[in-house]
């Protein structure tokens, strides 16, 4: 897997074998500042759409994500359409006047259709697991994402890291079963639906270099063809299930407050998307998920705060503690190329 304005060192194994497998390099300082704002902007969204989802206990977790994808969608065509921005990493050697209205060319965005695919699998999921567990158990067991990430990174582009990076990897894993040992609101069903987001997860975020590349999209354009793909396929979902009725009568719905709090949500959405994909190819599908751990002592903190919901327990702290240690090894690692 290569990722863009990162050089990764290629090694070839002994004797007759073909197979390959890449070794990654050191953060550019364009990475670090991309990884510092995708977990200011995790740390936001999980607060906003926890807020909608427990504090008004709004009933619909796929709404509020087809509310984000569809605010999306229209500011990036106001701003495509504006030439604000652009869809594509070369954008002065293509035309886009075949496809004004979608600005990117149809066998484009059937390339993208796996991504989108995930992508949508991604945030339903994603959002029905904040929902059954408390904020700082939630962000506990999202870590373990790591291990899944690393292991799809394998199979798709023989990625293979160092012992160092393993070593900080297995802590963190090691911290977040230490920290659910305590759980007492333990619920069987969220934590099956967080392990599947972290599936999920994991196999977005492997999906995005590899597909962003050969599609010749920047994080704009991959953001724009996602919405244009699975929009359509949300809405028709929430039809069908009756939660757009079920959004229709609910009770806070013109409550100022909670349209702030969606609102901002959709921003947060917005940011975080872009940010998202520009972490993973300037870094790599790990390093974006190693993101999503250093970002969890403030939506830790924040959790308890606001939300509350996990006793305080000498078991769950040094949990906690293992897997920030964990994180913050990892970014050592990589940072220095070790």
């Known amino acids: 897997m290569e990722f863009k304005d990162q050089k990764t060192l290629l090694l070839s194994k002994s004797g007759d ?19 510092i704002s995708y977990m200011a902007c995790a740390v936001l969204l999980i607060l906003f759409n926890k807020a909608a989802l427990s504090s008004y206990k709004f009933p619909c977790a796929n709404v509020i994500t087809l509310f984000q994808m569809t605010c999306s969608s229209i500011l990036l065509y106001a701003l495509r359409y504006r030439k604000i921005i652009s869809f594509r990493v070369d954008s002065e050697n293509h035309s886009t006047k075949n496809a004004p209205m979608m600005f990117v060319p149809s066998n484009t965005l059937i390339t993208t259709l796996p991504l ?22 939630y962000t506990t067991l999202r870590r373990t994402t790591v291990a899944f990430t690393m292991l799809v990174e394998y199979v798709l582009a ?18 977040a079963f230490i920290a659910g040992a305590r759980d007492l609101s333990f619920d069987s069903y969220a934590y099956i639906v967080i392990f599947s987001a972290n599936i999920c997860s994991a196999v977005y975020l492997a999906s995005i270099a590899r597909i962003g590349k050969s599609s010749g999209l920047n994080s ?17 979902w929430t039809w069908v299930c009756g939660d757009l009725e079920v959004t229709a009568n609910f009770s806070h719905l ?14 947060m959405a917005f940011l975080l998307n872009y940010v998202v994909f520009l972490n993973t190819t300037l870094n790599s599908a790990l390093t974006q998920t190693i993101c999503g751990n250093l970002k969890d002592l403030f939506t830790i903190g924040f959790g308890w ?32 190329g070790l």
Not at 254 to 267: E, K, N, T
Not at 307 to 335: E, R, T
């Open 254 to 267: 013109l409550s100022p407050g909670f349209q702030v709090v969606m609102l901002l949500s959709c921003v």
């Open 17 to 35: 074998d073909d197979d390959q497998w890449h070794v990654s390099s050191p953060m550019t300082r364009k990475g670090v500042y991309a990884a």
């Open 220 to 236: 704009f354009g991959l953001m724009w063809c996602n919405g244009l793909i699975c929009t359509p396929v949300l809405l028709l």
């Open 305 to 336: 705060l606001l939300f509350g919901g996990l006793p305080f327990d000498p078991l769950n702290v040094m949990g906690q503690s293992l897997g920030f240690l964990g994180s913050c090894i990892y970014a050592f690692c990589k940072i220095k």
């Open 116 to 137: 989108a695919i995930s992508y949508l699998l991604y945030m339903l999921v994603s959002m029905e697991s904040v929902r059954g567990v408390s904020v700082p158990m």
């Open 158 to 175: 023989r990625q293979r890291y160092s012992l160092g990076i393993v070593g900080s990897v297995g802590i963190i894993i090691l911290g």
